[in-house]
């Protein structure tokens, strides 16, 4: 079947649903949803449109087709994004700005989200570097095993939008490559990898318990100033690197912090 993102299809007015602006219909949305799954005899026009939507609005595509894993829930572990205010407003906040800190709590569905941001980032853009980087590489794994996972439940057309380098078995660990050359890549902490590469967005999860979280920032200049993306999600952890970007304390003396 020939999806593609550079096909212009006939207008066609699709059903919306939150995070998007009404007037809502739940009943047609759920037809729309049916529509959507035939695989054998796809509406391809409304294909089309969708693949449309999900690539202009993130939060759309995050909140109706993105899902996570909850592993304190053995009975249905897989589950849509909850219906949380703040998530489409951190997505809409990620697409706009090329740096973010977002200072967080734990179980807040804070990296998830970031994650479902950097997996619409490489679904439909093209030669996209995305460093997912943690304090060690087993931890930047594990995050990278929730991109995976968002895209595995992903539906057939995406699929077809968005096809991996190699099927997801075959991946390795701390990859997740697609045939369009975008990469999201994990990495431990520190600046050896950044320094390498020129990233179009790198995410620093729990920045704050990062030994090597400022020498991780200054080896990000060149991503930054090249017009790429900086995001920093941390939980709290004294007052370091981490709580002087927050706090906007970038220059101030170690005593001025102990204060």
Known sequence: MNLSLQTEPKPLVLPRIWPLKGPYDQVEFRRHLGLMEDRKKPDILRVQAEIDRCAKFPTFWVMTYCFTKDEHDASRPV???PRYKYIPY????LKANPRIIIPKSRQVMITWTVLSYLLWRACFNRHRLIFVQSKKEEDAAALIDR???MYEYLPWWQHEVSPLKRPLAKQPFNKLSFANGSVIWGVPQGADVLRQYTASIIFGDEFAFQDKA?????????????GGQFIIVSSANGRNFFYRMVYDKMDASISELAA
């Not at 400022?214 to 090249?226: F, H, L, V």
């Open 147 to 149: 991109c995976k996972h």
């Open 90 to 93: 951190i997505l809409k906040e």
């Open 79 to 81: 589950k849509r994004f």
């Open 214 to 226: 400022e020498e991780a920032y200054n080896a990000s200049k060149p991503t930054i100033d090249g």
